[in-house]
């Protein structure tokens, strides 16, 4: 794989999923890094969760009700996700 480009806004979006317990949509991502970058893209936001998932810098989770969650804890663990609300823990 050829060499990564540093990105302030992809390493933004890297430290928001470290910093986190939760396991965030990336509309929730987007709303938490637009705060440090106000001209940031959605679509930023999701090509940047997906390359870093790709990488192994981030898992992506995906849920029944289809919606994609992250997580930046990257070693081994399980998730659940709860039948009645859809929660990913």
């Keep these: 794989m050829a060499t990564l ?3 302030r806004q992809r390493e933004s979006i890297k430290e928001y ?3 986190t317990t ?3 949509t990336a509309d929730t991502v987007y709303l938490n890094v637009k705060q440090e970058f106000p001209n940031i893209s959605l679509g930023t936001v999701y ?3 997906n390359l870093l998932a790709e990488i192994g810098d981030a ?3 995906s849920t029944p009700n289809g919606g994609d969650r992250f997580d930046g804890r990257t070693m081994p663990h399980y998730h659940f996700c709860c039948t009645c609300c859809g929660r990913v823990m």
């Design 5 to 7: 480009k540093y990105s």
């Design 17 to 19: 999923l470290n910093s």
């Design 22 to 24: 939760e396991h965030p």
């Design 47 to 49: 090509r940047n969760l």
């Design 59 to 61: 898992i992506k989770i």
